[in-house]
């Protein structure tokens, strides 16, 4: 079995993480597309840069080794078959229709060595960078005016949403924007390839070729037995059912998935935005969606079936019986306050990042909800944000764990 990865719990002391350095993917945000590539603002990316080093750099000193997606992917893309491979898989996927362009784009991608091809993909490719003398399909001569051949992948730092680490397997997500369907093939290239995910194989428990949506943000691990699906804006029930069956099926120690159905909109997009795991027994939740919310279980039934409830006792009840404690506790963002949680919550005030039982990185904006914790024994560790969280993530959202310890 793969021992690289190995996450049981939200809580495990942190001894690996996968994170991206925000690059220059962020400077190719304009006001006209913002929406479309689902940022709010345009973050300034040496700040950017200077804060997510940070977050690496308390990651590191409290005993996480991180990897960088972008050295990861480099890695694996030396190999020129598998560079190959990579590009025509890529530029399918980018609509590239025309036989020519897509050429031209190639050859323009292999000009760069591995790793300047790697950030040139994930930072998008004007036209004015390649020459083409004709239009090669009606698309180009009629949309003219639009400035890029292949977007760029600004959300590629929030590594939590195109896979996630359950047990010791890995789901590989289907995004559902369009503006992030692209960012999951580095992953698929990564488990596939480098040898610490392949060396043996790292079973895949959902994979992005599947038509449902699933994204990371949406699952959390709450212990070795119990993992909590969102049913999103972003993760849809079917995928959750898929993944319930193949960690049954598969001799994991899993044997229930709860359901948390959250209302469909861009404040609540995944559940790690409204809800996190911070010890044994505390969870962080904005109280703007403790009533809307419905719970669903998901158990293993005879022959490989599955069995479906919804269980209507109140979400700390549930939380606790999934856990085997007499009772959680639910600590509200921005101490329930109307304005104070709606201002922290849209800053990922609810998105905490656990790193060991009780200790977690926080962006350090969220004073309130930062102080509350702290209060409620919480070791707080915050990080400059200013910049981060114009991408609508916070420290979970920017970090993919791969191992955990054991709690
Ligand atoms: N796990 C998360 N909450 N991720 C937040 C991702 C934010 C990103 N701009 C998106 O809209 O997809």
């Known amino acids: 079995m793969n021992q690289f990865v190995n996450v049981t719990s939200e809580i495990g002391k942190l001894k690996r993480v996968m994170l991206h350095r925000p690059g220059y993917e962020v400077e190719n945000l304009v006001p006209e597309y913002l929406g479309r590539l689902l940022f709010d603002d345009i973050p300034f990316l040496k700040i950017a840069q200077q804060e997510h080093d940070k977050f690496a750099q308390v ?40 036989h020519s362009l897509k050429e031209a784009l190639k050859g323009y991608l292999l000009g760069f060595d591995t790793r300047g091809m790697v950030d040139k993909i994930m ?31 600004p959300n590629l730092y929030f590594t939590r949403d195109p896979g996630a680490s359950i ?31 392949n060396n043996p194989e790292t079973p895949l428990w ?34 959750i059912e898929i993944v319930a069956k193949n960690l049954f099926n598969s001799n994991t120690s899993f044997e229930k998935v ?29 109280p703007g969606i403790q009533g809307p919310l419905s719970v669903y279980e998901i ?12 269980n209507t006792s109140p979400v700390d009840r549930i ?27 849209w800053n990922d005030g609810s998105n905490t990042l656990a790193i060991a039982p009780g200790v977690v990185v926080t962006y350090e904006r969220n004073y309130v909800t930062n102080e509350i914790l ?18 609508r993530g916070g420290p979970r959202c920017m970090s993919m764990p791969l191992y955990r310890e054991k709690i």
Do not use: W
């Not at 190959?84 to 980018?94: M, P, R």
């Not at 709860?258 to 904005?286: G, N, Q, S, W």
């Not at 158990?299 to 409830?309: I, Y």
């Open 59 to 98: 990651l590191r000193e409290n005993g996480a080794e991180v990897y960088y997606l972008e050295e990861l992917v480099t890695e694996v893309l030396k190999d020129e078959k598998i560079k190959n491979e990579f590009l025509d898989e890529f530029l399918n996927e980018s609509e590239i229709t025309s």
């Open 123 to 153: 930072a998008g490719v004007r036209k004015k960078e390649v020459e083409i003398k004709e239009p090669t399909s009606l698309v180009e001569l009629m949309f003219d005016d639009y400035p890029f051949y292949l977007d760029p992948m």
């Open 167 to 197: 047990g010791n397997g890995i789901t590989l997500n289907k995004m559902r924007m369009d503006a992030r369907k692209r960012e999951t093939l580095f992953l698929k290239y990564v488990i596939k390839y480098n040898k610490l995910f």
């Open 206 to 239: 959902y994979e992005r070729s599947m038509p449902f949506a699933l994204e990371g943000g949406d699952e959390l691990v709450l212990s070795d037995k119990v993992v909590a699906i969102g049913c999103s804006e972003r993760t849809s029930a079917e995928a």
């Open 258 to 286: 709860l359901v948390f159905e959250i209302p469909k909109c861009r404040a609540f997009m995944h559940l790690d935005t409204v809800f996190t795991m911070v010890d044994y027994d505390k969870f962080t939740i904005h």
């Open 299 to 310: 158990t293993k039934g005879a022959n490989n079936t599955l069995k479906f409830k919804h």
């Open 319 to 345: 939380l606790a019986d999934a856990l085997n404690l007499s009772s959680v506790e639910l600590i509200q963002c921005g101490g329930g306050d109307f304005i104070i949680a709606g201002r922290e919550q």
């Open 374 to 391: 702290d209060k409620k024994g919480i070791k707080v560790i915050s990080i400059p944000s200013s910049e981060l969280s114009r991408g």
